[in-house]
């Protein structure tokens, strides 16, 4: 089965502190990628970040960035001197290839608060 | 201007009514997703379509009913609903399905 789990429901950070978000993904396949989301109040689920499973570099976005483990399947998202606006939802997903094209999985989000 | 527009934003609907809910992308992708969102659970697909054809349709009752006319627009016609169908109903589309999604900010469900 391809699951994904976040295990971290709710956390709080204060602002301009750096805060991780842990992820870990169950799959068989070799190939896939990784991508954390998020969903602030609005609704809009953004893209944060974007990994490649083959790909041993860690992804970098300004302040964000992830550490991309493949043999554990774990995939942390860092967020560096938080601010307020980074106040969301964040959902990790991976996505498989099938017969009809890519399906992401999603986790089931942890609530970061970003406290002033 | 997100780029993936739906609407209505809200819906409150009783469990005999019939309604649709709209999304419309202005990407120019190929590829578009429902997906529901339920609270303290992941986000469940529910529908894809490729090219305007169904390529997934992961053991959705009957009562939803998705429509796509073209690449741009895509609907989810709602008959006969139950309480536990409420929940954030979120359009997504990518220009290819291996490709990040773009999400819209979806139209919560109330059903009475």
């Known amino acids: 089965a391809q699951t994904v789990t976040q295990s971290q429901p709710e956390m709080s950070v204060q602002e301009a502190e750096t805060v991780t978000l842990s992820c870990t993904y169950d799959t068989s396949e070799n190939n896939y990628y990784l991508f954390w989301y998020k969903q602030p109040p609005s609704r809009q689920m953004i893209l944060v970040i974007r990994q490649e499973a083959y790909k041993q570099q860690n992804a970098t976005e300004n302040r964000f960035s992830v550490n991309f483990q493949k043999a554990a399947k774990s995939f942390s998202l860092k967020i560096s001197d938080s601010q307020l606006g980074d106040t969301a939802m964040y959902f990790c997903a991976f996505m498989i290839w099938g017969n009809q094209g890519g399906k992401l999985i999603f986790g089931q989000g942890t609530e970061l608060s970003v406290k002033p | 201007e997100t780029g993936v527009t739906q609407t209505p934003r809200h819906l409150v609907m009783g469990m005999t009514n019939k309604k649709s809910l709209k999304c419309e992308q202005h990407l120019g992708h190929n590829a578009m997703y429902w997906y529901k969102q339920s609270a303290k659970k992941p986000l469940e697909l529910m529908f894809v379509y490729n090219f305007k054809e169904q390529t997934e349709n992961n053991s959705v009752p009957s009562r939803f009913s998705p429509e796509c006319p073209n690449s741009s627009h895509l609907f989810l016609h709602l008959h006969t609903l139950q309480p536990e169908d409420s929940a954030l109903y979120l359009c997504?589309?990518?220009?290819?399905?291996?490709?990040?999604?773009?999400f819209g900010d979806g139209t919560r469900l109330s059903i009475l």
């Open positions: 997504a589309s990518s220009q290819e399905t291996e490709l990040p999604q773009h």
